[in-house]
Structure formats: C-alpha cells, structure tokens
C-alpha cells in the first residue's frame, strides 16, 4: 500500500505544471487558434503598416509589423511596442491596432517564436525572450530612447510586458485584459489543476512584479470578461506602489468591446499617452536643470533659475496630465457600482 502511494506521489510531483511544462504548454499557448479571416488581412494592409523581419537570439526569423503614426494628430515622442495574447497572429488584431494607430502615435507589434509567419517553437520562455529581443529591435531599428517606449500587453502580453520592464527600462506600461498571475488564472480555468499548490505552477506573478514598478501603469480590462475575471484587475491594480490608473470597460469581454467602450479605451490610451510624454519631459528638464546647476558651481555660466522655472512647469504639466487620466477612469463605472469592494 505505501509503495502505490508512493508511486502516486511521484507521479503526482513529476506531472506538475512546474516539472513538465512541455505537458501544458499547448493550452497555455495556441498559436493556430483564432488566427485572423481574410477579411481581418485585408483591414490589416489597409492600416498602411510595413511587414517587418527580424532576428531573435536564437538566429529565429520573427515576424513584424511597424507602423509609423501620424504627427498631424500627436506630437508625443512615445513609441508603442504591443506583445499579443497566448492565441492568434497579427491578422487577427487588426481592429485594435486600427484603435491604437487612431493616437497618432508610432506602433510595433510582433508575433512570438512559432505564431503566425515566426519561425521556432512556440514555449513561454521562448516568447519572454523574443519580447527583450522586439524591445532591442525597436530601440536599435527606430532610434528610439527606452523612456520613450510604452509596453501595451494584452493578456498573457500583458504578464509578459510586466516581465520585460523589470529588465528593460521604459516609460509607461498599459495592461490590457490581463491576469495577476499564471498560477491563479491557471487554476481558475483548468479545475483539475487545483490538486497542486501554488509553487508547483507556473512562476509568472505579475502583481509581484508591478510591486517594483516606478512608471506609469494604465490597467484596462472589461467588467464583462468571463476568460480573465475582472478581480485579477483589482489585484494588479493594488500591486502597483504609484502612478496606477485603473480603467473599466463596462460592457466588454475578454477580446470584444462594445463602440461606447471603444471610445472609453482610446480616450484612456490618448490621456495615457500624454501622460508618458510629460513624463519624459519632466525627465529633460530634470536633466538639464542639474547640468546647469554643476555647470553653475564649476564656475560657467548657468542659467538656473530658467532651468528651476522649467522644470516647474513639466512638473505641474505632467500632474495635470496624470490628473486628467485618473479623472476620466474614475468617471467610468465599474464593478464597484455592483459590488462592495472595500
């Protein structure tokens, strides 16, 4: 008897998700499900992106697409590098990426290791790699400085941005329909995977990662969403030390907003944007107002009190531009409207 119970256990123990990850990893990742309709191409192409190559660590062709933006409608120096779900190609976020090119702002979305046209195999840690990898490519292919990038994940995308900021420095993250954790929504979508504790599961704790996060963070999720229930939201949301902006879209799921919602989400991406350019202005005038005032005591001219002046005056338009955002999301009702949250 104690032998079958032994053997139970090991078998128990050797078939967790956290010893034999290759058992579980076509339901984490799905590359071939829901991938984007004709139609879906075609809405695509007609965006006016420009199909991208690139390398990965692994000398893996991973495919691309940039967008260059619209000056005429922003200003803002920001730069959006997207990190898609656990499901899917590009094709099939063509209706988002048509809401997120409305900003005016330049954009680069990529397809992890073995999704859509990307050449390797499709793993988690492979598609975490392949996200330092467009985040390198991005600043090497487009000139852009780090704090001028904003990490938008949606879903598993959005863990893995989570992931990507704590080695990679860049100026805002947006969390879009995303979970607190793989263990937990794990655990919550697959109810035979309750018989194993939490250190047996995956180790992708995005609100602990947000705990060390200094940046700008914008949650968005939908009160709706039946495959990410609303309170992993709550949970990032309470991770995140400052700067946090939780965003409800009350009347949409997980990958589906209603045209009221819609306009909810680009407002809140717009007023988040603007955040993030204060910011990285407020950043300049810091700068500068320090190399004037050691240019100052090394016996040059400084013009300090110009430099004290402005960099007042980012700090005042960056308040009021984070005032703006936090404003508008706490106009849009959410769960709490239902539930007693305290």
Known sequence: METIVLVFAVAWLLLSPRLAPGLYMRFLLRPDKNCGSPEDKQNLHALGGEEVYFLNGKGKRLRGFYFAGDPEKSQSPSFVLYSMGNDGDIEKRASILALLLRTGVPLFIYEYSGFGKSQGQPTLKNAIDDSHDAFDFVVERFNKKSEEIVLYGESLGGAISARLLSNRSAGALILKSSFSSLARISQELCVWLRIYPSILL??????????????????????????????????????????????????????????????????????????????????????????????????????????????????????????????????VDGPQKFYDLR
């Open 202 to 331: 995956p180790l992708m704790d995005t609100g602990k990662k947000l705990q060390s996060v200094v940046v700008p963070v914008l949650i968005i999720h939908g009160h709706l969403d039946r495959k990410i229930n609303w309170r992993h939201a709550l949970t990032l949301y309470s991770n995140c030390p400052a700067n946090r902006t939780l965003l409800w879209l009350p009347n949409s799921r997980h990958a589906f907003m209603t045209e009221a919602d819609e306009v909810i989400f680009f407002n809140g991406v717009s007023m988040m944007l603007e955040v993030v350019s204060k910011a990285t202005a407020m950043i300049h005038a810091h700068c500068q107002y320090y190399d004037w005032h050691e240019a100052g005591e090394m016996g040059e001219p400084a013009l300090t009190d110009e430099s004290a002046a402005s960099l007042q005056l980012s700090i005042e338009d960056y308040r009021q531009a984070a005032g703006m955002l936090s404003s508008f999301a706490s106009s």
